[in-house]
């Protein structure tokens, strides 16, 4: 099955920048949708952004202008660059990886959903 890690998280101050990885793997390759989630202390987890099999990426409101997600999909590896951070982005960082169109058409069709451990960042002001 699908097993998912994050990296590049940490602490900054306001406006400062971090840029973080997600890596997917699976025993065999077809190209995964990927996005980025986050979830603060005491708060529900919450999407931040996605890209897809279309290369079509989303952002929630709250980072549009600030964060930009891009994806290696040869590598199923996600990242996500985080400029002008704010305390109010504080949370740990969750990657969650899905079977795309990619995987269904090469008959792959027991791939579950899959989230990582996360990784925490942190912004002072």
């Known amino acids: 099955q699908v097993q998912v890690a994050e990296s590049g998280g940490g602490s900054v101050q306001t406006g400062g920048s971090l840029r973080l990885s997600c890596v997917a793997s699976?025993?065999?390759?077809?190209?995964?949708?990927m996005s980025w989630y986050r979830q603060a202390p005491g708060k529900e987890r919450e999407f931040v952004s996605s890209?897809?099999?279309?290369?079509?990426?989303k952002y929630a409101d709250s980072v549009k202008g600030r964060f930009t997600v891009s994806q290696d999909s040869a590598k199923n590896t996600l990242y996500l660059e985080m400029n002008s951070l704010k305390p109010e982005d504080t949370a740990m960082y969750y990657c969650?990886?899905?079977?795309?169109?990619?995987?269904?058409?090469?008959?792959?069709?027991?791939?579950?959903?899959?989230w990582g451990q996360g990784t925490q960042v942190t912004v002072s002001s």
């Open positions: 969650k990886a899905e079977p795309g169109p990619d995987c269904y058409s090469r008959g792959y069709w027991g791939i579950s959903d899959a």
């Open positions: 890209v897809n099999s279309d290369d079509v990426t």
């Open positions: 699976l025993p065999a390759y077809c190209r995964l949708d």
